[in-house]
């Protein structure tokens, strides 16, 4: 007697793939609705990388004003600067036809004024000179002074200090006689506390 069951397909008896667990808290940050704290968060960084791309706009457009600015501002010293040079050679030109217009010019007599005013020039240079020297002169002369008058200063003070020291020496070593002195009479009974009979010398 033949077996009717059926006999179980290939497939049937191929092991099945390992697949790992899958964890549905790893999913929680996405799948999960945000809390009012993150759609306020993101919105703040949304309005954050706005400013700032507000604010390279601006600076971009900043840097193009200055430099559009700078080159303006060469453009116009460079344009006064050749004005400045037209204005002096039409000037120059301008005085040379007139002078060549001129009967009554002449030239030499020009020339050696010219000479006679740099003498003049150099006379003034020179006594400019020499004041500016005399000047110099009397300043070293005063901080001289000046120096030697801190230093006499210094030195009186430095006596002065000196002397009161001394002075203040001579008066405790006077002192301290005085006190052995009386202390030595009273021991032999010739000092009477309510007498003034000893009197104490000034210092000399």
């Known amino acids: 007697m033949s077996s009717s069951t059926p006999k179980a397909s290939s497939s ?3 092991p099945q793939p390992h697949r790992p667990q899958i964890n549905q808290n790893q999913f929680r940050q996405t799948n999960d ?25 601006m600076v ?8 559009s600015m700078a080159e303006f501002n060469n453009g116009t010293t460079n344009a006064l600067i050749m004005m400045n040079k037209w204005s002096d050679i039409i000037s120059q030109a301008s005085f040379t036809h007139e002078m060549l217009n001129n009967p009554e010019w002449h030239p030499q007599e020009d020339v050696e004024d010219e000479d006679n005013d ?4 150099d ?7 020499n004041f ?8 070293a002369e005063l901080e001289l ?6 230093n006499y200063e210094s030195e009186n003070l430095a006596l002065n200090k000196r002397l009161e020291k001394e002075i203040m ?11 052995q002195a009386n202390k030595r009479r009273r021991e032999l009974g010739l000092f009477d506390g309510s007498s003034s009979s000893v009197k104490r010398r000034p210092v000399r």
């Open 60 to 67: 971009t457009a900043v840097d193009s004003v200055k430099s």
């Open 169 to 179: 020496t001579k008066q405790e070593k006077r002192n301290s006689v005085e006190e």
């Open 33 to 57: 609705p945000l809390t009012p704290r993150e759609i306020a968060l993101t919105k703040e960084l949304k309005q954050l990388r706005l400013i700032n791309t507000k604010f390279k706009s």
């Open 12 to 14: 049937s008896k191929q």
């Open 145 to 150: 002074l000046s120096r030697q008058l801190i």
């Open 123 to 129: 006379y003034e240079s020179q006594d400019t000179i």
């Open 132 to 139: 500016q020297a005399m000047d110099k002169n009397d300043d």
């Open 118 to 121: 740099d003498d003049e020039g």
